[in-house]
């Protein structure tokens, strides 16, 4: 049974009992606490598009691993059409619902990886791997990847750190497992999750090899504390006042490791520092395709809301709006381009599933993530300063003063002030709110920065052959 309902999800979590903090309280009950509502509510959309008749093509595949229908969460990507199909669904639900869950995109990852470690060493990762999955598929489970660690003084190595627990380890190897020590951060929706997979979070070197760990293990593991923040969703949240952070509102957390024990058939890597290029480059090579789509996604929801915006009050045709409008589609097109550019030159892995090209898809997102911030900038100028001074949604709703507001925050005469309102609180979210922040965070640090987004074209890009080829040009023998 590859694709369960919301309320089997719903069911399934209450049996969890994972150690959880959020807002200053210890958590009884995930499924009930109020500041994961919001939240659960976004990861229940996911289960009940699998089920709706309408939805469902986009939203399951078929399983070659337990030949049944699974979810498009637990799926592995095979060809490079897949990845495609992926691709498409994330650029047009993310122009309208934010998110995705590009964490799904994990699994590929993994699979390289193991693969690539069994080869040379002999161990049988993947197919540990490969049970893990067969189990995430048939019970239609949630991940979240828990691959930064804390890292404390980025200028030293993990075990040059005062604080050895700063990047997480393994402090002991047993006849069924491994216990490991430390900490991930920013585990995305981690305690509405069934697992956490962790993985290094950067190259490692002989002298760190303890901290070459790779595993999945259920959230409720003994040992396991989570921190969470609540989501940028307000509790009191509404459809007119928060149109974006009702849609997407993800869960934080700090994820601490107090010498939890994981058996090893969980276990993916463990001490094999030399392959921990190979799962960077594996992943820099999937999440960046789908974080440019992400990207390029939510600038068509901008570029729709600027031009909506424009016309609203009047100004659609004012040459320097159109211009701006017109860069962020050309920026839009830009990250969409270089993913299906990054896709179509795919090298076939020989565990059976292709891996983008990694150049193409972080030239792609830095150019798009870098626009995007400006974009959010253009967005507010272009519905001006109402977006952070309008009265909120109670004074439109009161009958003394909403006449007032009806009168004069109307813009063109043929839009009810409502509609204007409507799409102002939209902009105000996504610019000028604790949302806007996250909306902002997310396109610059989530799935790496732009700074590492340049080191891996630089790494990745032939520029010692364009120099030959330049000096071929100019008859330079030299
Ligand atoms: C909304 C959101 C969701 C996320 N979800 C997840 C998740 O689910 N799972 C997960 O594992 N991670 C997640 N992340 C983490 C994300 O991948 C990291 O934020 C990102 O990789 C940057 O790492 P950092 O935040 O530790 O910043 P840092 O690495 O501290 O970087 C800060 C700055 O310092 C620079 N810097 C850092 N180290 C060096 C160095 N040695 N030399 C020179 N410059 C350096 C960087 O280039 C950057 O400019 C998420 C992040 C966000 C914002």
């Avoid at 089997?8 to 499924?31: F, H």
Wanted: aromatic letters at 10%.
């Amino acid at each position: 049974m590859g694709i369960k309902t919301s309320a089997e999800y719903l069911e399934s979590l209450k049996k969890l009992k994972p150690t959880v903090y959020i807002a200053g309280e210890k958590v009884e009950d995930v499924s009930t606490n109020k500041f994961f509502q919001p939240s659960i509510k976004e990861v229940c959309k996911f289960y009940d598009w699998t089920n709706d008749p309408e939805k469902r093509d986009d939203f399951v595949y078929w399983s070659s691993l337990i030949n049944e229908e699974v979810s498009f969460w637990t799926h592995i990507r095979e060809t490079k059409e897949e990845f495609v199909d992926l691709l498409k669904i994330m650029k047009k639900n993310n122009a309208r619902n934010f998110c995705s869950f590009c964490m799904g995109i994990g699994p590929c990852v993994f699979w390289a990886t193991t693969y690539d470690i069994d080869q040379a060493k002999g161990t049988n990762y993947q197919e540990r791997l490969r049970e893990f999955f067969k189990k995430l598929q048939r019970e239609d489970l949630r991940f979240c990847l828990g691959v930064m660690d804390p890292k404390g003084d980025r200028s030293l190595k993990p075990s040059e750190q005062a604080d050895p627990d700063l990047h997480l380890r393994i402090v002991e190897r047993k006849a069924d497992g491994i216990v490991v020590n430390g900490a991930k951060m920013h585990t995305s929706t981690a305690p509405l999750a069934h697992y956490i997979f962790c993985a290094p979070g950067g190259f490692l070197t002989e002298e760190d090899k303890d901290y070459a760990v790779s595993f999945a293990i259920p959230i409720d593991t003994k040992g396991i504390t989570f921190i969470a923040r609540p989501s940028p969703c307000p509790l009191n949240a509404t459809q007119m006042s928060n149109p974006a952070s009702i849609r997407h509102n993800m869960v934080e957390c700090l994820t601490v490791f107090d010498n939890v024990f994981v058996p090893w058939e969980n276990v993916f890597m463990a001490g094999e520092w030399e392959f921990t290029d190979r799962f960077i480059h594996y992943f820099s090579s999937y999440g960046r395709p789908v974080k440019a789509t992400c990207i390029s996604a939510r600038t068509d929801m901008i570029a729709g809301a600027a031009a909506l915006i424009a016309d609203y009050n009047g100004v659609s045709k004012a040459s320097h709006i159109r211009s701006k409008i017109n860069d962020m589609v050309i920026s839009s097109e830009i990250g969409w381009g270089c993913v299906m550019g990054a896709v179509a030159n795919s090298v076939d892995h020989p565990s059976g599933i292709p891996i983008p090209d990694i150049s193409m898809s972080n030239a792609g997102l830095y150019h798009t993530r870098l626009r995007f911030v400006e974009f959010l900038g253009m967005l507010m100028e272009i519905a001006g300063g109402v977006v952070t001074t309008m009265p909120i949604e109670a004074d439109f709703r009161n009958e003394e003063t909403r006449p007032l507001i009806e009168k004069y925050f109307k813009a063109k005469s043929d839009i009810p002030t409502e509609d204007r309102l409507k799409l102002l609180y939209l902009i105000q979210e996504l610019t000028a709110s604790r949302f806007g922040g996250y909306f902002l965070s997310s396109a610059i640090c989530a799935v790496g920065t732009p700074e590492t987004n340049r080191l891996e074209v630089l790494r990745n890009y032939d520029l010692l052959a364009q120099i030959e080829n330049v000096k071929d040009i100019c008859d330079i023998k030299t």
